[in-house]
């Protein structure tokens, strides 16, 4: 939830009011949203449930591998989160952590 108001306070790409708009009738999730939604969760889910077989098999506790899948779901959840500030441009640039 936390992370949610973090993508709904950002300020919107340069140039996104000079799109058309949206055809009536057309899907609000298209090909391309619904590609990285699949895309994301896949991974998310795949790295979270490695990572618990990982600690097993390294001979972790129940506790420390809990606290493994915990840590990958929040950095994961974070890194969607900073994937999802640009559509169509890359999240690694200088401008990430500038403004707001």
């Excluded at 949206?22 to 949203?33: E, N, P, S, T």
């Amino acid at each position: 939830v936390t992370l949610g108001f973090v993508a709904a306070v950002e300020p919107a790409e340069d140039g996104i009011m000079e799109l058309e708009p949206r055809r009536v009738g057309k899907r609000l999730i298209g090909r391309f949203l619904a590609l990285r939604i699949a895309i994301g969760t896949i991974t998310l889910v795949g790295c979270t449930v490695g990572s618990v077989f990982w600690a097993k098999d390294l001979g972790y506790t129940l506790e420390e591998t809990r606290s493994q899948a915990l840590n990958t779901l929040s950095f994961g959840a974070i890194s969607v989160t900073m994937s999802a500030r640009f559509s169509r441009k890359s999240a690694f640039h200088a401008r990430t952590f500038q403004g707001n």
